[in-house]
């Protein structure tokens, strides 16, 4: 009898945002992810994210959310786009949070995830995605574009 079991897509596929000198309160949104052109097309878009505080950190968080659309990209969630941008979220977002990056110290990398971006989207995922940093650390994010970098992996199911 045959089993149905995850498999993978290749690892550290590159997530294109800026979130190097990202202001106290600011957000910045990735560009988007074709889900729908992936193949397979699949079940989970599994996301990691490595961040750096900058020097005058007051302890406190990032949080990540997830945007989509579906209408073939007209529009998406919270007004976001489909390319790397700053965004402005409103008070109560409707974008989904994916998690939160607790970042307690100054001058510190932290890696969080990986993040489940099906699951933020109660199980079924838009045909296309992407992903928004939001800075609550109380200090603008460290200023080295190479202190950061947020990647994907696609999770798809398998007969074995």
Do not use: H, W
Not at 54 to 65: D, L, Q, S
Not at 78 to 99: C, E, F, H, Q
């Amino acid at each position: 009898m045959a089993n149905i079991a995850a498999a993978y897509g290749p690892n550290n596929q590159t997530v294109t945002i800026t979130l190097a000198s990202l202001a106290a309160g600011a957000a910045r949104q990735s560009t988007v992810i074709a889900v729908s052109g992936l193949s397979p097309i699949p079940l989970d878009i599994l996301m990691t994210f490595k961040l750096k505080s900058g020097a005058t950190n007051t302890g406190f968080y990032c949080t990540v959310y997830a945007f989509g659309t579906t209408d073939g990209g007209t529009t998406y969630t919270d007004n976001a786009g489909a390319s790397d941008a700053a965004i402005t979220l409103p008070t109560s977002p409707n974008s989904r949070v994916v998690g939160i990056i607790n970042m307690p110290a100054a001058s510190t990398s932290y890696v969080a995830g990986p993040f489940s971006f099906a699951a933020a989207f109660g199980g079924s995922m838009p045909a296309s995605l992407g992903s928004i940093v939001q800075n609550n650390t109380g200090g603008t994010l460290d200023s080295t574009a190479g202190n950061f970098l947020v990647t994907y992996q696609a999770v798809y199911e398998t007969v074995v």
